[in-house]
């Protein structure tokens, strides 16, 4: 069993509001019956670790504290994405040392290396003795809206790499989940290019594809019987307005190489840390992206 979240920003207010908690954990302590009760757990993490800890982050410019990563230790987050438009706010070095800080850790990353080769490489996480496959890929390199590449980033729209890719994680594993970084910003539907990625990717032969970056939860589709989440909205973020303070958990069931279930959980984000939605939340968020039933089941589409 694992879980998948949506955009993990440990910088700007959630750093703030990390060292007046006075623990790294803050974020994630309110969903320690969800995360520790998992077998490994897999988000995008938005903000680069420089190993400057006076660098807070501002704006638009992300940088996370060094010793704040600890609480991904501890709740078992075993898999990130990098491949997103903050991947080089500290710049290359700020993408290398996150990268290293990770691996000191022993959280294996996506979606981001020394070239091209690198970033698409699949990481592999074993657990009960089933292999899932991760893969990710972001819209954009840096935070100018996909205009700029320089080679460190895996990009959506190279639709011959991802299939590469997959095609080298069915070869080492059970299971392959694709991650997006991509979508326009607060929006409820996705746009061409999330679409046309995510099926590139269900015909290649992932088996799950889950998306993040537009802040907001999005609509979510089957596929070839494949499941397609556009969008999982925030996670841990400092966002506190309107739709921007939900996001959805996925708690996916795996026996062998099959999905058996995928329990879908919505948060409410206070004070950059998410909580579980209670009922009557659960029902009104899921009902925005038209899902009535938070138990999705691949074997009732047979």
């Known amino acids: 069993r694992f879980v998948a979240v949506g955009d993990i920003m440990l910088s700007r207010g959630v750093a703030r509001a990390i060292d007046r908690a006075g623990s790294s954990e803050y974020p994630f302590s309110k969903l320690d019956n969800i995360l520790l009760n998992s077998d490994l757990n897999f988000g995008n993490l938005e903000s680069p670790i420089s190993g400057n800890d006076r660098r807070l982050g501002?704006?638009?410019i992300f940088n996370a504290k060094t010793g704040d990563l600890d609480a991904l230790v501890s709740y078992k987050f075993k898999v990130v994405n990098l491949a997103n438009n903050h991947a080089f706010d500290?710049?290359?070095n700020g993408m290398r040392s996150t990268a290293a800080f990770l691996e000191k850790r022993g959280i294996a990353h996506i979606g981001v290396g020394r070239d091209q080769d690198e970033a698409w490489l699949?990481?592999?996480i074993e657990a009960n003795g089933i292999r899932i496959a991760f893969i990710g890929a972001s819209y954009a390199t840096l935070n100018d809206g996909g205009a700029t590449r320089n080679g460190h980033v895996a990009r959506v729209e190279d639709i011959r790499l991802l299939e590469h890719a997959i095609s080298r994680a069915k070869a080492r594993s059970d299971l392959v989940v694709v991650t997006m970084h991509a979508g326009e910003e607060y929006t409820r539907k996705p746009?061409?290019?999330?679409?046309?990625?995510?099926?590139a990717a269900v015909d290649a032969g992932a088996d799950l594809v889950i998306g993040a970056h537009p802040h907001w939860i999005q609509t979510m589709q089957v596929y070839?019987?494949?499941?397609?989440?556009?969008s999982l909205g925030n996670f841990v973020f400092d966002q506190p307005w309107s739709e921007t303070r939900t996001g959805l958990m996925l708690r996916v069931t795996v026996s062998g190489s099959v999905i058996e279930q995928i329990e879908i959980l919505p948060v409410v984000i206070e004070r950059g840390a998410p909580r579980q939605a209670t009922a009557i939340e659960?029902?009104?968020i899921l009902s925005k992206i038209g899902i009535n039933d938070p138990m999705f089941r691949p074997d009732a589409l047979k």
């Open 58 to 60: 501002k704006g638009l």
């Open 90 to 92: 500290q710049g290359l």
């Open 122 to 124: 699949p990481a592999v």
């Open 224 to 230: 070839r019987g494949k499941p397609i989440f556009y």
């Open 191 to 199: 746009n061409r290019s999330q679409i046309s990625f995510a099926h």
């Open 282 to 284: 659960t029902k009104q």
